[in-house]
């Protein structure tokens, strides 16, 4: 079983920043892809960013630019730099990785972009 946890969640103004950590329980961290996801409410959940085992990276159109995630396989954590915040931003963070077929997701941790 993989545990998996997110943090870093908070609320912040239009403009601002905040970085989302995950940290992930088992071996071989630095094989596995890692991704970031969100749900606002009323609608779907969607894909942010993601990453694998070769740093390879994908972000959704709407972040380009904006949200860079990286990982540190050292400590496990793969975290999410999110820059130039919008309200539309505004959603539960949730952070998925996928091992042998499996997938795991944490609890989320909200993200209140208001003025």
């Known amino acids: 079983q993989v545990q998996i946890m997110e943090s870093g969640g908070g609320s912040v103004q239009p403009g601002g920043s905040l970085t989302l950590s995950c940290v992930a329980s088992g071996n071989n961290f630095s094989q596995y892809y890692m991704a970031w996801y969100r749900q606002a409410p009323g609608k779907q959940r969607e894909l942010v960013a993601n990453?694998?085992?070769?740093?390879?990276?994908n972000y959704a159109d709407s972040v380009k630019g904006r949200f860079t995630i990286s990982r540190d396989n050292a400590k496990k954590t793969v975290y999410l730099q999110m820059n130039n915040l919008k309200s539309e931003d505004t959603a539960i963070y949730y952070c998925?990785?996928?091992?042998?077929?499996?997938?795991?997701w944490g609890q989320g941790t909200q993200v209140t972009v208001s003025s």
């Open positions: 990453i694998n085992g070769f740093d390879n990276v």
């Open positions: 998925k990785t996928v091992r042998r077929g499996f997938q795991y």
